[in-house]
C-alpha cells in the first residue's frame, strides 16, 4: 500500500515550546492517520526532525510499503537525499533513525513542498506547541530546559 505523508515540526521560540504535526493519505487522498503532539522544549529543527520519525514509524504500522514523504524544510529534503549534510549533533541520531525507517518501505520518496501546501502539518504541529503542558512554565525556562535535553543526547 502506497501512502503520502505530510510533516511539520515547530518550535514557538528558538528553543520554545515545541510540536510535531503530520497526516498520512492512502491513494484515494483519505485520511489515514494524524499526529499532532507537544514535545517539550526544543528548536524548530530538532522538532521537524522528530516529526519525521515519527510519522514514518506511523506509516510502517499502518502497513504501508510505500511513502512519498512531503516536506516544507528544503535542507531536510536535501539532507535525506544525500544532497546535504546534518552538522548539528544533536540531530545526527534522528536523521539516522529517518534513513534507517526509510530503507525499511520497497520505495520512498522525499519530495520538497512549498509551507503553503502543507498548512495541515504545519498547524497540527504548531497547536501541538501550544499545548504544551505548563507552556508559561517551558516559556520562561526554554534555554536552561533545552540545554539539559541536548546534554541526555
Not at 491513494?27 to 521537524?48: N, R
Not at 540545554?147 to 543526547?153: F, I, P, S, V, Y
Amino acid at each position: 500500500m502506497k501512502v503520502y505523508a505530510f510533516s511539520d515540526g515547530a518550535a514557538q521560540g528558538s528553543p520554545g515550546p515545541a510540536g510535531i504535526g503530520g497526516v498520512i493519505y492512502d491513494e484515494q487522498g483519505e485520511v489515514l492517520a494524524k499526529l499532532s503532539q507537544p514535545i517539550g522544549v526544543a528548536d524548530s529543527a530538532f522538532a521537524e526532525w522528530t516529526a519525521i520519525v515519527s510519522l514514518l514509524r506511523q506509516a510502517q504500522g499502518l502497513g504501508a510499503t510505500e511513502i512519498e514523504l512531503n516536506l516544507d524544510e528544503a535542507g531536510i529534503v536535501d539532507a535525506l537525499c544525500d544532497a546535504a549534510t546534518i552538522r548539528a549533533p544533536h540531530l545526527v541520531p534522528y536523521y539516522e533513525e529517518a534513513r534507517k525507517l526509510m530503507a525499511q518501505f520497497i520505495n520512498c520518496d522525499v519530495v520538497y513542498i512549498p509551507r503553503s501546501g502543507n498548512t495541515i502539518a504545519d498547524g497540527l504541529a504548531g497547536g501541538a506547541a501550544g499545548a504544551n503542558q505548563n507552556y508559561r512554565y517551558l516559556k520562561r525556562n526554554a534555554v536552561r530546559l533545552w540545554a539539559q535535553r541536548k546534554d541526555r543526547l
